[in-house]
């Protein structure tokens, strides 16, 4: 058991600055659970037979992808709040944006999911929304591309908070260097959904159908986020001077 008085270290080398849960914490978990349950109710009634509960059931992969979305931002949150700790006037303004943008983000997300496992499955699993034009499917990029790129800022923002902080949070170089590398990775988001919304109005009128999920695919390029963090981590070790 750990009696001193400083705080623990996380697995990722983090000082746990904010082990206590605070009230704005709290509060942010709460609402993202809300938006979570929204997906959940915003579907049909309770299935009455079989058949029904079959249908309804089809609509989980949609959910699952959903889930997993809402969840990167939570976990992210949840993340900042335990290495930091703050709970000042511009974290808080921060979450409550945050909080805001998830629980508009709810439907844009599960109508991109929805269509997106309808497209893939030639139409056995169901669409969330019925998309009979070319710009209903960029409508519905963009508007996906705008939330998603607003909430990676109210995060980069929060990291770019904690990098002003530093002196006062007393971080390591090892700390301001990872902190740093959380501001590229999450500028490196917005960046990404700014190229959806980009190629979503550049779709042309007669396309092969297979190039019609474009602007969606270009987020498969998150999976380079780790590999980018590990780099720009080396690079800001090397090169310590803060750059909030």
């Not at 983090?14 to 915003?42: C, H, K, P, Q, Y």
């Not at 939330?147 to 800022?153: E, I, K």
Request: glycine share 6%; proline share 6%; with cysteine.
């Amino acid at each position: 058991m750990n009696t001193s008085s400083e705080p623990r270290r996380s697995p990722d080398g983090f000082l746990e600055r904010g082990v206590a849960v605070t009230r704005l914490e709290a509060f942010v978990d709460a609402a993202f659970a809300f938006a979570v349950t929204l997906m959940v109710i915003s579907l049909d009634a309770i299935p009455s037979s079989i058949p029904a509960m079959i249908d309804a059931l089809k609509g989980v992969p949609a959910f699952a992808a959903s889930f997993a979305q809402i969840m990167l931002f939570w976990s992210a949150h949840a993340t900042w709040s335990r290495r930091y700790g703050l709970d000042d006037g511009k974290s808080q303004r921060l979450s409550m944006v945050l909080v805001f943008l998830v629980l508009v983000y709810v439907y844009p997300l599960k109508i991109l999911f929805g269509n997106f496992f309808a497209w893939i499955s030639r139409g056995w699993l169901p669409a969330a929304a019925d998309l009979q034009t070319l710009d209903d499917l960029r409508g519905m990029f963009v508007i996906y591309g705008i939330a998603f790129a607003t909430m990676s800022w109210c995060v980069a923002s929060l990291y770019r908070h904690a990098l002003a902080c530093a002196d006062r949070l007393a971080l390591s170089p090892d700390e301001v260097a990872w902190t740093r590398a959380e501001v590229v990775r999450w500028h490196y988001t917005i960046a990404i959904a700014m190229l959806s919304i980009g190629l979503a109005f550049a779709l042309p009128s007669r396309i092969p159908p297979w190039m019609l999920g474009l602007p969606g695919m270009v987020y498969g390029l998150l999976g380079f986020t780790g590999l980018m963090m590990v780099r720009a981590h080396r690079k800001f070790m090397a090169d310590p001077a803060p750059r909030a």
